[in-house]
């Protein structure tokens, strides 16, 4: 198997900050889950990192590194898998089904981080291209 798409923790903040802010910049992008009273942690494995997405009031927060307290909804996946699903390489259906992507949390809940995911996906191979990703 080949090497890790991210080098190291900063590395994958670094991107992930850029898509983040990215999405945030456009108000409708994140509009329902900035109003969702949703607080969401990713965990990533492969740099061990962790994304906080805090949807209670707006405006949308998004903070890298471990924070403390609850989540609503808690995610946990390989960066490089979510690097994969970004893309468009992988299916989150069957990474999800497939055992891939762990999550705690209600489910219909879970549904507004999908659009999310989607704004993400739509910046983020641009994001890898500039980083040397592809």
Known sequence: MGAQVFSSEE???KVMGEVFAQVKAVP???HDIAHSNLVIRIRATGPEAEILVD???PPLEVFFGARPGD???EISLAAD???ALWLGQ???RQAFFGGKIKTRGNMLKMMKLTDLFYQC???????ARAHGLL
């Not at 996906?121 to 994001?127: H, L, N």
């Open 71 to 73: 989540a609503n909804i």
């Open 28 to 30: 409708e992008n994140v």
């Open 11 to 13: 590395h994958f903040y």
């Open 90 to 92: 992988e299916s989150t």
């Open 81 to 83: 898998l979510l690097h």
């Open 55 to 57: 949807g209670r009031q």
């Open 121 to 127: 996906e739509k910046v983020y191979p641009a994001i």
